[in-house]
Structure formats: C-alpha cells, structure tokens
C-alpha cells in the first residue's frame, strides 16, 4: 500500500511481499514468489524488477545484496 498520513489516501499497488526493504536509495520488495528484487517506482506507480533472488539485501544510499549460493 502506499499513500499518506491521512488513512482514506492510501490505496492497494501490489501483491504480496516477501520482504519489503527502504532507505535513501528508495523503497525495494522481494516478490514472494520469484524472490527477485523489485524498486518502487513513484512516478510510474509500479515495482520494477531491478534485481534477480539473493539470499539477504541491504538499503541505504546504495542497496546491498548477498548471493544465495
């Protein structure tokens, strides 16, 4: 979901997460079924897939990820 402080603005923009990510860089989930990474896209209003499944990620000003194998 994403919207504001006011609770009749927020609105559904996606299925479910596996684990939703954010910090400088932006705001990241991982699908919870392929495990690829995706960015929250504003200006579009979606989530573009950025990334392909790792086993841990990491957000700040860059976003961190370690591989599964």
Do not use: C
Not at 43 to 68: H, I, L, N, T
């Amino acid at each position: 979901m994403t919207g504001t402080r006011r609770r009749q603005d927020w609105r559904w923009v996606s299925g479910r997460a596996q684990h939703i990510y954010g910090g400088t860089a932006g705001l990241f989930r991982i699908d919870e079924g392929t495990g690829d990474i995706a960015e929250w896209k504003r200006s579009k209003k979606r989530w573009d897939v950025v990334g392909s499944p790792g086993y841990q990620f990491a957000v700040g000003e860059r976003v961190y990820g370690v591989s599964p194998n």
